[in-house]
């Protein structure tokens, strides 16, 4: 008897654990697993998606498949566009005439020639960035420096738009019409001459720099597709020196030095 009473606490116990293994599997499993699909118990009905994220063959719907800013057939296109046609990088000379308005225009002359070196970096078929290296000769014979020699140098960083003229009639598109702003470090250098100069500044060499802003626009020919290009720009430079409001030269009818500076170049420039 108590063999038997052993016996059905054991198969007891047994099925216990199978029911609730059972119970278990039906919470945890997903209920496409353990749904009939009564599409197919009724012909002729349509077929119902048997996943969340499917029809047949079709995607629908997912985290990841209605996002797709990285998967745009139109910046694939742009890309292969401005690789095949587009520029990357870009060297260049250019040669002109730097001239000053107000009472620096005054007091400094020359200008000519003004001389530039240029490296380009294109982004895309609109913007680019410029680092260009210049540096012009002036002078000044004005009481009491007398014959001054003057440098002006400067390094400038620029970012460079150019106009879409795709839609354009062809004379425009030919020009290539563009514009630019931008900063950089500026050195004026002056040699001051014997004249009527004290004994203290006679023969020194004066040197002042600052920071300063420039902008402008020009036209760009193309000489040779995606290989030769011929600028033609104009810029202002607006810069203030620490002596710009010296009153030195104001018997000579100079109260300052103050004054914006503007520049013509023609350059040619050689891409890759």
Known sequence: MQGCIFISKRRFRQLLLVAFALAAWCALAPRSALAIDQTQQQP?????????????????????SEYGEFDSSEDEEADEKYFQYGRFFGVGLGVGETTATGNAGKLYQGGFPTIALRIDYWFDFQFALRMEIENSKHSYNVAPDGLTDVNFFRVLFQIRYYFDTRDLSAPITFIGPHLFAGGGFYQRTDNVGSGEATSATQGSVQQTQSFGFTFGGGFELTLK??????????????????????PKFKAAGIPDRTGTWLQAMIGIMWTW
Do not use: W
């Open 44 to 64: 002729g009905a349509p077929k119902k998606p048997t996943d969340e994220y499917q029809t047949g063959d079709d995607i629908i719907s997912g985290p990841f």
């Open 225 to 246: 597709p995606k290989k030769t290009y011929l600028q033609l720009e104009a810029s202002a430079h607006m810069v203030q020196f620490g002596d710009d409001f010296d």
